[in-house]
């Protein structure tokens, strides 16, 4: 046998694989199957499609799925009315249905249901109609046909994928609270552990990052005794800690202890009782702000600056106790950092100090801190930081966490495996270069090919050519999945346009927080739109803390956010939620309550501070999508040099883009 057929061979038995493994998931089948009689009665099946059905039944078991649906629509065409052709149609639906041929199974499948009530595939082909409805995106057409189901077969127990259907349907529709209850059917109709989780799964993140406040109320008013309702507890519990609402947190709290002594939160709820029970500081700390508010780099650390004061109630939007923050500018300097460090420590009002954000001036800053025994808490990437000592701390999303959260979403939920790294030939892509390639390769996954570039490169036509040729790829044939571009914005503005020159517009555009300006979608226009990177806040998120810190930061300052600012609020919240619920007051109590942030849930995602004083983050996924209903960006200018030779772009095509957070993306 010659390498050509044996390749054929293997791919034939993989798609056989496939195909059993997705008829598999059908448990609901063998539930439904043969629940009630005919309602319409046909003839029975002549002797020589009796013989054809069977001999497709026999190839489909055999995993010869080909064979199999040919003998299936001999069945049906021949004979469409008799007692084997609903079963038929049926396994024809699902062999298209595994192919990834929605239509054809929609139509073998409604027929059933449209032709053949009361059948014994009656009911198995509504639930598989219902799947496909989904699959489809038609989820008012899945819940429609899938509810009455579910109220019809109660007492048979389908299993909890018809009730995954339905709350992942009712998701998307946006009817939170009626998915809410659908996910917790599904825990509760659940026949094993797996798919127990992943209702779990699904229901927590829903209840803790996508329900408003009010609804939180209702779930845990409602549902008091069950799952979802011990997440709202907890999730209420959180907030109304953070707010400085104790008696609200701890009634909460008292739901889950007991009434839910199996929940996942039942432990943490015990913690937080006991913390609530302490003495706030609802008084005032001082705080020692140490950022580059000249020089070259000022122009981040006056956006932190501002979140700072956002959230410490300097402007006025806060719920929390008054954090006093007493500013120094580091220039970007080690000597002028290590310098404020000493005159911020003398001053015994000054409980921590937040800052400095530059790499080397952050590391003087730290070893002062260190010497002179007060906290520091530092905004840089430099991940060996708080080895210099116990009183270092760091609050910055790591370029580690960063390329860990994408690998992991590009490979585990869109299911891409070969990639082309196209990088900087300088320190920060060598960086992402190398973190990226180890990161695809503990999944297996491949690196087809590498490429760098200089700063000084503007023409990519060579580049593309390169990769075309090293990938064994041609125009409108890519071989591999994605390119992964580790560069600041303006750079890969010029990039972008040459893929698409070369028509591989089916490949993925992968990036690093670099991407996550709105600038980007001024050069590039729609040729982003499904590209994937990562970073710790987008301000156009669903999520209700970060929609409410977006408007109340453009309510004072009239521009929106960017990560800057969100860290800076998110570092005083910290501080104030420890003051709320610990009572800190002073740099003796602060160092050991700093310690015991754990899952922190902020604007820049959940944050636990580790032993070595590291923060580990959990960053967003982001995505440019098309902004029907909240145009944000405008795009009405041509791209930028390098870009003319993309597909050319009329001036009054304005194209609403937006950067949005993927739902739930950042979650492990």
């Given amino acids: ?42 003839p029975e099946p002549k002797s020589d499609m009796m013989n054809t059905y069977h001999e497709a039944e026999a190839d489909f078991k055999l995993g010869r799925y080909s064979e199999a649906i040919n003998g299936y629509l001999t069945c049906i065409n021949d004979y469409p009315s008799s007692t084997l052709t609903d079963n038929a149609l049926v396994r024809a639906g699902d062999i298209y249905l595994a ?22 595939s009656y ?41 995954l259907i339905i709350a992942k349907s009712y998701t998307r529709l946006g009817n939170m609270n009626q998915a809410v209850y659908w996910f917790s059917e599904a825990i509760d109709k659940a026949s094993d552990i797996s798919s127990k989780n992943e209702a779990k799964t699904n229901l927590k993140l829903l209840v803790e990052e996508y329900l408003s406040h009010d609804e939180l109320v209702r779930v845990s008013e409602n549902l008091s005794d069950t799952e979802a309702g011990g997440y709202a507890s ?20 008292l ?26 500081n609802t008084g005032e700390i001082t705080v020692g702000v140490i950022l580059p508010l000249s020089g070259r780099a000022s122009i981040f650390g006056r956006r932190v600056r501002d979140g700072l004061e956002l ?45 400095p954000m530059i790499k080397e001036a952050a590391l003087a800053a730290a070893g002062e801190a260190q010497r002179l025994s007060i906290p520091i808490i530092t905004l840089t990437k430099e991940r060996n930081i708080t080895d210099i000592g116990s009183y270092v701390f760091r609050n910055f999303l790591t370029n580690p966490d960063e390329i860990r959260a994408l690998v992991r979403y590009v490979i585990q939920a869109k299911g891409l495996s070969r990639f082309v790294i196209l990088y900087p030939d300088d320190a920060y892509g060598r960086v992402m270069k190398e973190l990226f390639s180890r990161e695809v390769s503990l999944y297996g996954c491949s690196i087809v090919t590498v490429k760098s570039y200089t700063s000084e490169t503007a023409d990519f036509r060579a580049t593309m050519k390169e990769i075309i040729s090293a990938t064994g790829s041609s125009k409108n044939n890519a071989t591999f999945d994605a390119i992964f571009i580790p560069d600041h914005y303006s750079s890969v503005g010029m990039i972008v346009p040459y893929v698409y ?45 970060v929609k409410s810190f977006v408007e109340d930061f453009m309510a004072v300052y009239a521009r929106t956010p960017s990560s800057f600012e969100a860290y800076g609020y998110d570092t005083i919240k910290i501080i104030q939620f420890l003051m709320r619920t610990q009572g800190i007051k002073d740099r003796d109590e602060v160092m050991p309550a700093l310690f015991s942030i754990r899952d922190y849930k902020g604007i820049t995602g959940t944050t636990t501070i580790e032993r070595n004083g590291e923060s580990t983050k959990e960053p967003c ?48």
């Fill in 1 to 42: 046998m010659n390498k050509r057929k044996m390749k054929i061979k293997r791919r034939s038995k993989l798609v056989e694989l496939i195909v059993l493994v997705i008829i598999a998931t059908f448990v609901f089948t063998s539930c439904v199957t043969g629940t009630s009689s005919r309602g319409k009665r046909f």
């Fill in 99 to 120: 192919r990834g041929n929605l239509s054809s199974a929609h139509s073998n499948y409604i027929k059933v249901v449209q032709e053949f009530v009361g059948s014994d």
């Fill in 123 to 163: 009911n198995e082909a509504r639930y598989k109609l219902g799947y496909v409805y989904f699959k489809s995106e038609k989820y008012s057409d899945a819940v429609g046909i899938l509810k009455p189901l579910v109220r019809e077969t109660r007492d048979i127990q389908p299993g909890n994928t018809i009730y």
């Fill in 234 to 253: 907890y999730t209420l519990a959180k907030r109304y800690i953070a707010d400085g609402e104790m008696d609200n947190a701890r009634a909460e709290l």
């Fill in 255 to 280: 739901k889950i202890v007991r009434r839910l002594p199996d929940h996942e939160y039942y432990y943490e709820a015990q913690g937080l009782l006991k913390e609530t029970q302490g003495v706030p």
């Fill in 311 to 355: 959230a410490s109630g300097a402007k006025g939007f806060t719920k929390g106790p008054r954090v006093k923050l007493i500013f120094r500018d580091s220039k970007g300097d080690p000597t002028t950092s290590s310098y404020a460090v000493k005159e911020l420590a003398r001053n015994d009002d000054v409980a921590l100090i937040i800052g």
């Fill in 501 to 545: 020159y070369y028509d591989l517009k089916g490949v993925t555009l992968l990036g690093t927080n670099g991407w996550n300006n709105s600038g980007l979608l001024n050069i590039t226009g729609d040729m982003l739109i499904g590209s994937y990177f990562a970073d710790s806040f987008t301000p156009n998120s669903d999520r209700p803390k």
């Fill in 621 to 668: 996924i982001l995505t440019v999508i098309e902004a029907e209903s909240k145009p944000t960006l405008t795009i009405t200018e041509e791209p930028e040099e390098g870009v003319a030779i993309a597909e050319e772009k009329k001036k009054d095509n304005k194209i609403n883009l937006i950067i949005v957070e993927v739902p739930g993306s950042y979650r492990r």
